[in-house]
């Protein structure tokens, strides 16, 4: 049930085996941000942040009357998740409909999103801050909240989704 990362033993991931579930389970249709769009949004900008939203998919809640269906058994009891858990099937393009909804007012325009990694992009550091100041209302009137160690702020050049970004375009 559980998953080991191999650099951190100490710091486990919970999984549950929806397999059976996932096999009953109609798949949403919901289209990803395309890299290439995000590359043409992002490219040849002055200053960039990215945002990484903490453990992005338990920010989500579970539907009530999907509760029951998240439910597994352990020696300790059986227990259901009340937020979005890894592993089943409808899960991600949800989770990334629910983003695209919560930032649609900047997204395109300077803020590009993909699942739980946002990243925010302007010509100075004037319009930067000011693109920043409009972004954080939007996260916190849905609760969600950032992982400030991976977060980076009015960088030149920036590592996203690995690929490098910088104003020249390199």
Do not use: W
Request: with cysteine.
């Amino acid at each position: 049930m559980g998953y080991t990362p191999p650099d951190n033993p100490e710091a486990y991931r919970f999984a549950v085996d929806y397999r059976k579930l996932n096999a009953i389970t109609k798949y949403p249709r919901y289209l990803l941000s395309l890299i290439d769009d995000l590359i043409m949004n992002i490219s040849h900008t002055g200053i960039m942040s990215a945002l990484d939203l903490r453990s992005g998919y338990f920010q989500m809640a579970v539907n009530p009357s999907d509760i029951v269906k998240t439910a597994f058994v352990t020696k300790h009891g059986t227990y259901a998740f009340r937020r979005m858990p890894f592993g089943l099937s409808r899960v991600a393009p949800n989770f990334q409909k629910a983003i695209d909804i919560i930032f649609t007012p900047v997204i395109g325009k300077f803020a590009n999103v993909y699942m739980d990694d946002v990243i925010i992009s302007s010509a100075s550091f004037t319009q930067h801050v000011k693109h920043l100041k409009e972004v954080f209302p939007l996260l916190h009137e849905e609760g969600l909240t950032l992982n400030k160690d991976k977060c980076k702020f009015g960088c030149e050049e920036l590592k996203y989704l690995g690929l490098i970004f910088n104003k020249g375009g390199d």
